[in-house]
């Protein structure tokens, strides 16, 4: 469960995760997006995927709608 830095960092993540699924913002941008709206944890967790990128990205987006 992601944890958000306030109710208007929830939207703006959410509104930027829909674009990304939508094919609108690059993966990069999305991070950029994390960075600015979730809540850091103290140590970050590796992501780890034996999926292509675009079909890990594709299962985000799947979980997202």
Same mark, same amino acid.
């Given at each position: 469960?992601?944890?958000? /830095? @306030? %109710?208007?960092?929830?939207? *703006?993540?959410?509104? $930027? %995760? @829909?674009?990304?699924? $939508?094919?609108?913002? @690059?993966?990069?941008?999305?991070?950029?997006?994390?960075? #600015?709206?979730? *809540?850091?944890? #103290? $140590?970050?967790i590796?992501?780890?995927? @034996? /999926? %292509?990128?675009?079909?890990?990205?594709?299962?985000?987006? #799947?979980? $997202? *709608?």
């Amino acid at each position: 469960m992601e944890k958000y /830095q @306030s %109710k208007i960092a929830q939207i *703006v993540h959410d509104n $930027a %995760k @829909s674009m990304f699924c $939508a094919g609108g913002i @690059s993966e990069s941008r999305m991070r950029e997006y994390d960075e #600015a709206c979730l *809540v850091q944890t #103290a $140590a970050p967790i590796p992501r780890i995927s @034996s /999926q %292509k990128p675009a079909a890990a990205a594709q299962g985000a987006c #799947a979980r $997202a *709608v």
